[in-house]
């Protein structure tokens, strides 16, 4: 092992350009997988923190014309469905909302928008409305907040006043008057262009509904408890509850793809990086016949000359891996601060796809890749080393 | 054979262009003054609807009387479509693309009803005559020649004698049909024949049909221009 170590440093150059290449082959392991990860739950945070939340209950009816966004088909009386949700030890947040389209007027200019009631208060830590904001306050309670192509479009700021136009929940029209608090970013182009959030007590008056809520989010300690609650809750007869899953309809089927697609391409890279670093062993091992050929002459077994090269690959294996995937680590960290912004690219898609991808950062993939490099740099080093081991001084010295 | 060729000659005794013109002619309004009822039906769900109104050259006002639409007015200027709120006593202006939202949840659209003469934009041909539930119609195949007209090719059941559709298939560019109206009665005012009763089908929705009923109508009477203007809808 020493000698091991002696050869590493004796010829810094060739092992440091080994090192480097382990290092590389762990660094894109770590940062690709932070990337993709990131991309993942980014994706399915954003969809259930505005969306749906780790499950949504409401009428069937409702559910089943969801994509209408009907305001006849109101749970009435949520209250006591609420408490008994928030009995259950694996629920976190319990929210109601009402979502509707209007049309939504200021001065001569009518656009059609996509209405979110909410509870301020419970929503905190949902919406996270105060980052989100550009312009204004987050105060819903006397106004709304407009998505920031919406507000564009209409040419308005806080403090400006619109119509929000909607039919009611007894089929008649009704209108109500209210001013912007705030203009938002909601990091999705399909809510930045026709999103406004409302209060419920705003909202139940154009609607004319007392405490009607369109659905009830459930929010969980675990995404892995859906399944477990779902058969728990023993809902009225006309209720039911679907997961964010079962509610995102041909998302799911992209999402499903994506993880898989991604998956894929991840197994492509470490077979890349895993063929990289047995080229550079081999390499490594054949730029050094000469020295093999007099350290056998001067006496060293077969066994020893293994020993030695399969040593010596491991420790560079170590050594790459270990800052390859530390350095991976950090990268994703950094860039995980601010995120990956990709707003000029999304701005124009109808998907649900968040605009700011931060890498995931975790310390099982730095292990992940820091014991594959590691384990693979060892591997590859042992068909070199017994290459090595069969050799003669003869030979070696003749394919020089 | 015989058969045949009698078909032919007594198809070719009108023309498409003179249905066409008498279709315009029922349908051209100079006032009209009615009261009417608007049933929107979704799956079991029903709604009912009542309204009156005026109508003058390109212009109309509806004010609607049914408890939850209280006064709720539609006033049509040339190409504007204004909605009064009598909730916020404020109005709110439809136009462009907004006009292809549906009224008050029914089968039409508010462009349906902007349409000020819209068998203007067609012309076509009589593919064949037949009878339709009783009546003798002839089936007239209108494709849009203008490029403005809301549907691209209509098929229509023309009553042979009153010149009003019994029937109207709506049908995209792509060939799709959208939308299906057909109607239940038609009365004589003067020498026009006009619509009373019919049902229409936006058939991109599923279980969905708005039924419109006219109690009252009358034709070519006295209307003040006031009625028309954004004021008049405050009152």
Do not use: C
């Amino acid at each position: 092992m020493k000698m091991a170590f002696k050869n590493i440093l004796r010829n810094k150059r060739r092992s440091f350009l080994t090192a480097l290449s382990l290092l590389v082959a762990s660094f894109v392991v770590v940062a690709l997988y932070s990337y993709v990860q990131g991309f993942l739950n980014g994706t399915k945070e954003a969809v259930i923190n505005l969306e749906t939340g780790h499950m949504t209950i409401a009428r069937t009816e409702y559910l089943r014309k969801r994509v209408f966004l009907p305001v006849d088909e109101l749970i009435e009386d949520p209250s006591p469905i609420i408490h008994k949700l928030l009995k259950f030890k694996e629920v976190k947040l319990v929210t109601p909302r009402i979502k509707f389209t209007a049309l939504i007027s200021r001065d001569n200019t009518t656009k059609p928008a996509y209405i979110m009631a909410i509870d301020p208060e419970k929503e905190k830590s949902t919406l996270n409305i105060r980052n989100r904001l550009i312009k204004g306050s987050e105060n819903l309670e006397s106004g709304l907040i407009v998505g920031k192509d919406l507000a564009s479009s209409l040419k308005i700021n806080p403090g400006d006043t619109l119509i929000l136009l909607s039919r009611t929940t007894l089929g008649g029209l009704n209108g109500i008057k209210l001013p912007v608090s705030g203009v938002a970013n909601f990091g999705m182009s399909k809510l930045n262009r026709n999103f406004v959030m409302m209060s419920l007590k705003h909202a139940r008056k154009l609607l004319k509904t007392n405490e009607g809520v369109s659905e009830i989010l459930v929010f969980l300690q675990h995404e892995k408890q859906i399944h477990k609650l779902k058969t728990r809750l023993n809902l009225p007869a006309d209720l039911d509850a679907k997961s964010y899953m079962e509610l995102l309809g041909t998302f799911a089927i992209y999402f499903k793809f994506a993880t898989i697609f991604y998956g894929f391409i991840y197994i492509l890279i470490i077979g890349l990086a895993t063929f990289a670093i047995i080229n550079t062993m081999t390499v490594a091992v054949f730029e050094r016949l000469k020295e093999i050929g007099t350290l056998k002459a001067i006496g060293m077994t077969d066994n020893e000359v293994f020993m030695l090269f399969g040593m010596e690959g491991t420790m560079l294996g170590a050594l790459g891996g270990f800052f390859g995937s530390l350095l991976g680590l950090i990268f994703a960290y950094g860039l995980s601060i601010k995120g990956i912004n990709f707003e000029s690219l999304l701005e124009n898609t109808a998907f649900p796809l968040p605009y700011v991808i931060r890498p995931e950062v975790n310390f099982k993939v730095f292990l992940f890749a820091f014991i594959l490099t590691l384990i693979i740099s060892a591997l590859s080093s042992v068909f070199p080393a017994l290459y090595a081991r069969k050799l003669t001084p003869q030979e070696t010295l003749r394919q020089i | 054979m015989i058969k045949i060729i009698f078909l032919a000659l007594l198809i070719q005794q009108v023309s498409s262009d003179f249905i066409i013109k008498k279709l315009r002619e029922n349908t051209k309004i100079e006032s009209i003054k009615f009261e009417a009822t608007m049933e929107i039906k979704k799956g079991k769900k029903r709604l009912l609807k009542e309204f009156y109104g005026y109508g003058k050259g390109n212009n109309f006002l509806i004010v609607f009387t049914n408890p939850e639409d209280r006064d709720v007015k539609y006033l049509k200027l040339e190409k504007d479509l204004y909605i009064y709120l009598p909730d916020i006593d404020d109005v709110v202006r439809i136009s462009g693309d907004m006009l292809k939202q549906s009224l008050m949840g029914s089968d039409l659209s508010y462009k349906d009803l902007m349409e000020d003469d819209p068998f203007s934009y067609y012309s076509g041909k009589i593919i064949s005559d037949t009878v339709l539930e009783g009546h003798g119609v002839y089936i007239l195949e209108l494709v849009d020649t203008t490029g403005k007209a809301q549907y691209y090719r209509v098929k229509l059941f023309v009553d042979k004698t009153k010149y009003v559709p019994w029937k109207e298939e709506l049908f995209t560019k792509s060939g799709r049909k959208i939308k299906e109206i057909k109607a239940f009665a038609i009365a004589r005012f003067g020498e026009r024949y006009y619509t009373t009763d019919f049902i229409i089908k936006d058939l991109r929705m599923r279980n969905s049909s708005t039924r419109i009923t006219y109690k009252k109508l009358e034709f070519d009477i006295k209307i003040p221009e006031s009625f028309f203007s954004k004021e008049t809808l405050y009152k």
